[in-house]
C-alpha cells in the first residue's frame, strides 16, 4: 500500500495535473497536521473533498507533516491561549461553546485553536511555495533526471525496481481511465 502511494505521488508530479491540485492537496494536509484529530478534524477532512485537489498526495504528505506536528505542539498551544484570550476571540468562543453540537468540536481547546490559526496563516505560503516547486521539477529535473545513470543503476535494486513497475502499471491505469 506504502508502494502505491509513492508510486501515485510520482506519477502525479509527472502528469498533466495541474501543480494547483497537488500543491492544494499539500497544503490540505500542513493544516490537517496542525490540528489534533476531534471531531473539528473529521470536519475538515470531510469539508476537503469537495475542494479540488490530488487526495492521494494530501494523504502521503498527511503523513510527512504528521510527524512534524508533535514538535509543533507547545507552539501551537501557545498560540492558541495567547489567541483565545483576546477579546473579540474570548466572547466568540463563548458563544460557540454555548451551541450543542459545535461546543462539541473542540474549536475552543487551545491546540486546535493554536493549530487552525498557524494553518490558516501559512496555508497560502506552502500553496504558493509548492506549486513553484513543482512547476520547476516539471520544467528543469524532470526529463534530465530520468536520463541519468544514477536512475538507471537504482532501478537495479529489486525494492525500486519495485516501486517503478508500481508506477509504470499506476500509470497505465491512470491514462487508460483518462
Known amino acids: 500500500m506504502f508502494f502505491k502511494w509513492i508510486a501515485k505521488f510520482i506519477i502525479a508530479i509527472n502528469a498533466n495535473t495541474k501543480p494547483g491540485q497537488l500543491s492544494g ?29 490530488n487526495t492521494g498526495v494530501m494523504f502521503i504528505f498527511l503523513g510527512i507533516f504528521g510527524l512534524l506536528s508533535p514538535l509543533l505542539t507547545d507552539a501551537f498551544n501557545t498560540i492558541g491561549f495567547t489567541l483565545a484570550y483576546l477579546p473579540g476571540i474570548y466572547d466568540f468562543l463563548m458563544w460557540i461553546n454555548n451551541i450543542p453540537v459545535i461546543s462539541l468540536m473542540g474549536i475552543d481547546y487551545t491546540l486546535t485553536l493554536g493549530g487552525l490559526a498557524c494553518g490558516i496563516v501559512l496555508f497560502v505560503p506552502v500553496y504558493l511555495l509548492f506549486n513553484l516547486l513543482i512547476k520547476m521539477y516539471r520544467k528543469l529535473v524532470r526529463d534530465r533526471l530520468a536520463k541519468t545513470k544514477i536512475i538507471k543503476r537504482l532501478l537495479l535494486i529489486p525494492v525500486i525496481a519495485k516501486l517503478a513497475e508500481a508506477v509504470r502499471a499506476a500509470y497505465t491505469m491512470y491514462v487508460t481511465s483518462v
Open 25 to 53: 492537496g499539500i497544503a490540505c494536509a500542513m493544516v490537517l497536521s496542525f490540528l489534533p484529530v476531534n471531531l473539528f478534524w473529521f470536519t475538515i477532512f470531510f469539508i476537503i473533498f469537495f475542494i479540488k485537489i
